[in-house]
Every structure is written in structure tokens, then in C-alpha cells.
């Protein structure tokens, strides 16, 4: 395993018109009390704001939270933006309301992982450690 030289940066989101934010706040409280650094863009943002931020901030990991039923539409448009960026490598996640039938379709697209209600915000704090230490550090 590759020591990091910084902590693992993750930007949430909230992509589209959801303006529900409570869950991603705690997520990001959650990931933050866990060590990482967290760049939270708050709500209703477009899927090139995201991509935007994300190369910004030179994020590991990009979390997207949504409600609102349109991930099947904005997270193709979020997965293009960074493969344009060259941030193919960037762990993408999903949490919120997202019927099981589109999470095949999704990981086929390049999504890495999807936490629906009632994940543990230790198992995913896991997951992202886990799967970021795995892969070299540039």
C-alpha cells in the first residue's frame, strides 16, 4: 500500500433541481470526522459545475447525492465531463433515492458505488478508504 502525502479530498454535490441537502450534509460531516477533506458545492448544481469543482480541487473521490429521480440524465453528463478532463480515476459514488434497476446501468457507465438510505456512514467511510489506498497515488 502507497503512503498518501495528503489527506483524500472529496467533493460532494447535488446535482440537478433537488434541493434536498440534509443527507449529504451528514455525509460530509461524516467524512470530514473521518480525516478527509471535503468540498461540499452545495445545491442545484449543474453536471459541468461538478466537473468544474472536481478538476478544480483535484479531488479523489466525487460524491453525488440525489433525490429528484434524474441521475439516469445527469450522471452520463458528470461521467463525460470528467473522462473530457482526463478524471477517469476519480471514485465516483451515489447516494439518495436510486431504484436498484439502475444500478447495473450505472456501474456499467462508470459509476463505483451507490449508497441508498439507511447506508452506514462507516461503511462508506470504508469503502472510500479502502478503494482510494488501493490505487496509486499521483
Not at 25 to 44: C, F, H, N, Q, W
Not at 64 to 92: K, Q, T, W, Y
Not at 114 to 131: A, E, L, R, Y
Amino acid at each position: 500500500m502507497l503512503e498518501r502525502r495528503r489527506k483524500i479530498r472529496v467533493l460532494v454535490a447535488k446535482p440537478g433541481l433537488d434541493g434536498h441537502d440534509r443527507g449529504a450534509k451528514v455525509i460530509a460531516r461524516s467524512l470530514r470526522d473521518a480525516g478527509m477533506e471535503v468540498i461540499y458545492t452545495g445545491i442545484r448544481q449543474t453536471p459541468q459545475m461538478i466537473v468544474e469543482a472536481a478538476v478544480q480541487e483535484d479531488v479523489d473521490v466525487i460524491g453525488l447525492s440525489i433525490l429528484s429521480g434524474a441521475h439516469m440524465e445527469l450522471f452520463p453528463e458528470i461521467l463525460a465531463g470528467l473522462r473530457e478532463n482526463g478524471m477517469e480515476d476519480v471514485l465516483l459514488l451515489a447516494g439518495g433515492i436510486i431504484p436498484v434497476e439502475d444500478h447495473e446501468p450505472l456501474g456499467e457507465m462508470g459509476l463505483n458505488g451507490i449508497f441508498g438510505p439507511g447506508s452506514s456512514t462507516k461503511d462508506i467511510v470504508k469503502f472510500i478508504k479502502d478503494t482510494v489506498e488501493e490505487r496509486p497515488f499521483s
